[in-house]
């Protein structure tokens, strides 16, 4: 049986079980993540709404997609992840996910990239084809 521990604090809410954690964090905390060496940084929003504007750093892989699972086979599950999407509800699926298939340590953007935006964040955007 999965034990799973969540603690409802200020800033967002942790969950933890003897996989590994998921830790829901504010902007603030999010940009410190970033800066931190080896770390992987993934954005899972759909390729469209990266090109549209994405963090700097963060590598695109489609949690949408049909081929997202074996995708994720390509990152260490024992390093560090931090992840976003557009508005939080596909990243904390996502975290979800990640945490059942091994991952250990997974950081999860509150608000996703609008929340991002809203303060005055800078993002990349692509506009190539």
Request: hydrophobic share 35%; charged share 30%; glycine share 8%.
């Amino acid at each position: 049986m999965l034990l799973c521990l969540i603690i409802i604090c200020p800033i967002g809410c942790d969950i933890a079980d003897s996989k590994g954690v998921i830790k829901l964090v504010t902007v603030e905390e999010f940009k410190e993540l970033d800066a931190l060496r080896d770390v992987q940084l993934l954005d899972i929003r759909t390729p469209e709404e990266y090109k549209s504007g994405y963090i700097e750093g963060y590598r695109n892989m489609d949690y949408l997609s049909d081929t997202f699972k074996e995708e994720m086979e390509t990152l260490d599950k024992s390093k560090p992840i931090v992840i976003y999407c557009r508005s939080g509800g596909r990243s904390g699926r996502c975290a979800t996910l990640m945490l059942e298939i091994g991952f250990k340590e997974i950081y999860d953007l509150e608000g996703g990239i609008i929340q991002w935006k809203a303060e005055n964040n800078p993002v990349i955007v692509n506009s190539e084809n």
